[in-house]
């Protein structure tokens, strides 16, 4: 079985947007509602498979 990438993602906020990123390189869209940020930040994780895990909160 292949190694995966560790998904653990963040937002950072410049100026007025937010956006998610991730370990594995992947980076969302600018947001100007964090609360959007932090669901690209979910959507990334299910789509990768390993869904949320409490060790590695959304910010």
Known sequence: MPD????????????SFCTA???CG???????ARS???TDAERHLSA????PRP???VE
Do not use: K, Y
């Open 4 to 15: 995966r990438a560790l998904h653990a993602t963040s937002t950072t906020e410049r100026g």
């Open 21 to 23: 990123r991730c370990e």
């Open 55 to 57: 060790d590695h909160p």
């Open 36 to 38: 959007q940020a932090r």
């Open 26 to 32: 992947w980076r969302g869209p600018a947001r100007r």
């Open 48 to 51: 990768a498979g390993d869904g």
